[in-house]
């Protein structure tokens, strides 16, 4: 655990001897090599992932085998249509969203996309949203409102594109109408926060009356790299930084900024993508019972207090 960067390398190690004797043909003999090794891997993953500091959680958060929204649609949802467009510019890949079925109900889905495959992240542009993308949310929010169906929103995003095309289109006001919007959405808004929570890129999707995270995401108003840039002129004191702004589930749930943490599989939700993503549909769909009895009136205004009510100040 010395090497903040490679502490998952004795996991890898292990996974790839037990998949290389999963290859093995049955009665050769490496059955009980393999239960040794399978145990060796979960008690290794326990102690390594019982004792992650938050920088190892950001890397853990940022893994790149980590479920995207497509897999947790995949894995969860029915009946599955996506919707593309902002009607107004663009399509934006780095959001995906649409109408499914989940559980019986029929529901809106919105979500960063980052994508596999370097070909797939430049597609998707890292899940990093362009202000298209955000009015393209916006846009399936506002249907979802017109026929009453629930908001899900999935967030995994190192922050808002900033490039100049995106500036120039709009991108703080896109962010900025989204939480107006959301804000005062007439149907209930559930929110899971499944990797990387970026700065408004993150909270364009974020304004809900649940808001969960996986267990080793995070949820920040900048990078730790950012703020090491920015605080200390030096981007290698990035693991202090994470450190210092309590980006992890524990941390936010201890300040009040979240609803609840939602444990990932043992090494990890890039560990076991079924697990993860019924871990996740459970939360959601035990968050909706709660909701579902819920007026219009109570549901924006409780979604309203618990925004109004984060933070905590003292007068002099």
């Not at 929204?69 to 467009?85: A, R, S």
């Not at 700065?199 to 364009?204: D, E, H, M, V």
Request: glycine fraction near 12%; include cysteine; hydrophobic fraction near 40%.
């Amino acid at each position: 655990m010395a090497d903040e960067k490679n502490f998952e390398a004795p996991l890898a190690d292990l996974r790839r001897r037990i998949e290389e004797l999963e290859g093995y043909p049955e009665g050769s003999g490496h059955e009980a090599e393999l239960d040794r090794l399978r145990s060796g891997l979960d008690k290794k993953a326990r102690e390594v992932f019982g004792k992650l500091t938050p920088w190892q959680t950001t890397l853990v958060a940022r893994h790149f085998d980590r479920p995207y929204t497509l897999d947790y649609i995949d894995h969860l949802m029915e009946d599955w249509v996506e919707i593309h467009g902002d009607r107004s510019f663009a399509d934006d890949p780095a959001i995906v969203g649409g109408f499914a079925t989940f559980r019986g109900r029929s529901v809106a889905v919105i979500g960063h996309q980052k994508g596999r495959g370097t070909k797939e992240r430049i597609f998707r542009n890292f899940g990093q949203p362009r202000p298209e993308g955000y009015r393209k949310a916006l846009r399936i929010f506002k249907m979802a409102e017109k026929f009453g169906l629930p908001v899900l929103t999935l967030i995994d995003t190192p922050g808002a594109y900033p490039g100049i095309g995106a500036e120039e289109r709009g991108q703080a006001e896109a962010i900025a109408r989204n939480l107006i919007e959301m804000a005062a959405l007439r149907v209930p808004i559930i929110v899971t926060v499944t990797g990387e929570g970026g700065s408004g890129g993150a909270l364009a999707l974020g304004v809900g009356n649940r808001v969960f995270m996986l267990e080793y995401s995070i949820y920040s108003v900048i990078s730790p790299e950012g703020c090491a840039a920015i605080l200390w002129k030096d981007q290698e004191r990035k693991a202090e930084a994470a450190s210092a702004l309590r980006l992890t589930a524990k941390d936010l749930a201890r300040l009040g900024v979240i609803d609840g943490t939602i444990p990932e599989p043992v090494g990890g939700a890039h560990a076991d993508h079924g697990l993860a993503c019924r871990r996740v549909g459970d939360a959601i769909e035990r968050a909706l019972d709660e909701l579902s009895d819920s007026s219009v009136e109570t549901l924006v205004a409780d979604r309203y207090r618990k925004f109004r009510a984060l933070g905590t100040f003292e007068e002099g």
